[in-house]
Nanobody, 115 residues
Framework: QVQLVESGGGLVQAGESLRLSCAASGSGLSINNMAWHRQAPGKQREFLAVITQGGRTVYAPSLKGRFTISRDNAKNTGYLQMNSLKPEDTAIYYC?????????WGQGTQVTVSS
């Protein structure tokens, strides 16, 4: 069983930055892809970015370079650096990982951006 714990969310003003973390725990972890999604009120969950075990990244085009995904394989932790935040970035942010062909989700962390 894999458990994910996201952290780093909070309330910020437009233009500020946040760094989200996603810590994975479980026995014998070998994490393949790590990804971040978000879900705003009344909207569907939206893909943001994914990073492979080897460090290859793919981003949603809508982010336009404001967000950066990274990971520390030794710590089984993923990160999402979010810069130039906008009020429309307000959402619950979720990480997920693929381990042995199964996908696991964290509980989410709230990000609120005020104008």
């Amino acid at each position: 069983q894999v458990q994910l714990v996201e952290s780093g969310g909070g309330l910020v003003q437009a233009g500020e930055s946040l760094r989200l973390s996603c810590a994975a725990s479980g026995s014998g972890l070998s994490i393949n892809n790590m990804a971040w999604h978000r879900q705003a009120p009344g909207k569907q969950r939206e893909f943001l970015a994914v990073i492979t075990q080897g460090g290859r990244t793919v981003y949603a085009p809508s982010l336009k370079g404001r967000f950066t995904i990274s990971r520390d394989n030794a710590k089984n932790t993923g990160y999402l650096q979010m810069n130039s935040l906008k009020p429309e970035d307000t959402a619950i942010y979720y990480c997920n990982v693929v381990v042995g062909g199964s996908t696991y989700w964290g509980q989410g962390t709230q990000v609120t951006v005020s104008s």
